[in-house]
């Protein structure tokens, strides 16, 4: 036997080449997480910028001249090291995450998600446990290095990440604590600390403003419709297994209900947002958009066939997509404003 036969993660399934490798380290990684994840930190940075901007224009002429040169020119002036730390901290994080929920459910990915590495076998059992083992301490690492609110959140993110996945707590198992884990990470603790993380590198006011916490609100409430319909196109591999979930307690049109009208909700509200005015952001971009967008879920939403599981994959990822959106949209809104 050669020696490229032996170092195979799995007899008849080797990693051929480099970009191969690359290519099953990218399914590894979940991309849309990761594409989540990025775009987040980039929406967080975009409003952390608009708000700085706001408070530097409403700052009078008198105090401006009190102010040293040195200490407006720290605020006016945006690095970059702030927001490329905070990237590279969040997705090491995210690979941990979802990499450590992956090796905990082998058996269960070969029924639900069988082109997953590790499932596939593309991936050891051995690979899969090095990359999230090196993954979550580089993200440790890169955030103490960056900033203290952003160690404290990737801290706390992969603390709900471990318990999420891993025995004896394996929080996936109850569907109210595996939904818990799932939006209070991405909702409250993602916005809210990397928001945090961006006014300490700016030397801004501590305080969260209302647009960061109308986003939070938003993203927490969008990601409780994401966390419960994610189950359902699982739902065979969870029974096997007696992962119970809120598909298998209720029924998948039940589900696909509940998280239209969620996610419904959400756009609604912050089209309220905007017609109230309660934040600072341009109206008419946040309003028209919004209602495009949710015109768009609803004609989407007749075309799904619950019986098929490619389609209701795809609607899974179409809802992704308009969760990318928001960290596109919200930002222009308060840079608009």
Known sequence: MSQSSQNSPLPGK???????WLYAFWKFSRPHTIIGTSLSVLGLYLI?????????????TDAMNRVSTN??????????LPVFGAWIGCLCGNV?????????????DKINKPHLPLASGEFSQQTGQLIVASTG???LVVAWLTGPF??????ISLAIGTAYSLPPIRLKQFPVWAALCIFSVRGTIVNLGLYLHY??????????????????????????????????PDMEGDRLYNITTFTIKLGPQAVFNLSLWVITACYLGIILVGVLNVASVNAIFLVVTHLGLLA???????????QEKSAIAQFYQFIWKLFFMEYLIFPIACLLA
Not at 71 to 80: F, G, K, N, P, R
Not at 96 to 108: A, K, P
Not at 296 to 306: K, P
């Open 14 to 20: 080797p990693v051929q080449s480099y970009f191969q």
């Open 48 to 60: 952390a910028i608009a708000i700085s901007r706001d408070a530097i224009n409403h700052i009078s």
């Open 71 to 80: 200490a407006i020119h720290h605020v006016s002036t945006y690095s970059l």
């Open 96 to 108: 941990y995450i979802v990499g450590l929920n992956q090796l905990e459910d082998v058996e269960i």
């Open 137 to 139: 301490i580089l993200a």
């Open 150 to 155: 952003l160690l404290g959140m990737v801290a």
């Open 199 to 232: 006014s300490w590198a700016l030397q801004q006011n501590q305080t969260i403003p209302p647009v960061v916490w109308v986003l939070t609100l938003f993203i927490l409430v969008f990601t409780f419709a994401i966390a419960i319909f994610k189950d359902i």
């Open 296 to 306: 768009w879920l609803w004609l989407r939403s007749l075309t799904v066939d619950l």
